[in-house]
């Protein structure tokens, strides 16, 4: 009974452990901040090659190309299996799409999810293209998420709670969409030192405002 009781107590500061917050030092915090900007560099190169006809496979090859050019290896591939170097998720696909030979149409979005590892770090990021022009109503949809994203971080101050930044977002999307049945699908919160990650996903309940949603 002695031994079963200190294996359970050993059992759980080893659960502690592996999900305490980890503080990144001032230096720490550089060199994840070198991993996010291959991201954001890379997020940029494809925006000029997102358009119809182009395929999320040609797309992942650039991708992989670019990052592995800047001494960083791709975040996401062989994770957990994952096969690719980015998540790719078509109109109403919300997360994780695995990257395909399909060519992308005009009036489609696509969200592209990237991430790179690099000196041992990751950085990941991720945005919602527009494939040529696309229906008003998708269009504000993705500029009021883009909208939110910065509510957010403009709650990141000293003595706020995680539940002010969710209020801020939540307040956005309700007066921007009275008429339809919106809510924040998540509004994910990861502390490192100053370090946060802010992930808000929009999901509309109405599916004639995203492109390839079978209609209710």
Request: aromatic letters at 0%.
């Given at each position: 009974g002695c031994f079963l009781y200190i294996f359970k107590i050993k059992s759980i500061f080893t659960l502690l452990n592996r999900t305490m917050i980890k503080v990144k030092t001032t230096e720490e915090i550089e060199i994840m901040r070198e991993?996010?900007?291959?991201v954001s560099r890379t997020l940029g190169i494809l925006a000029k090659e997102v358009k119809p006809g182009v395929t999320t496979l040609f797309l992942d090859k650039i991708a992989e190309e670019y990052i592995r050019s800047?001494?960083?290896?791709?975040?996401f591939l062989g994770l957990y299996d994952f096969p690719n170097t980015l998540c790719m998720s078509p109109n109403a696909q919300v997360v994780h799409g695995i990257p395909n030979k399909e060519p992308l149409q005009e009036g489609d979005v696509i969200s592209i999810d990237c991430g790179s590892l690099k000196n041992g770090y990751y950085g990941d990021h991720a945005y919602t293209f527009a494939v040529g022009e696309i229906d008003p109503k998708t269009k504000k949809l993705l500029d009021v998420t883009k909208e939110s994203l910065y509510k957010g971080i403009a709650e990141f101050k000293s003595g706020n709670r995680i539940g002010d930044l969710a209020f801020a977002i939540q307040n956005l999307l309700f007066f921007t969409f009275p008429e339809y049945n919106l809510r924040l699908e998540t509004a994910s919160f990861f502390y490192n030192a100053f370090c946060f990650k802010l992930d808000a996903r929009i999901i509309s309940m109405h599916r004639s405002m995203m492109p390839g949603a079978n209609p209710m």
């Open positions: 991993s996010a900007l291959v800047q001494d960083a290896i791709p975040g």
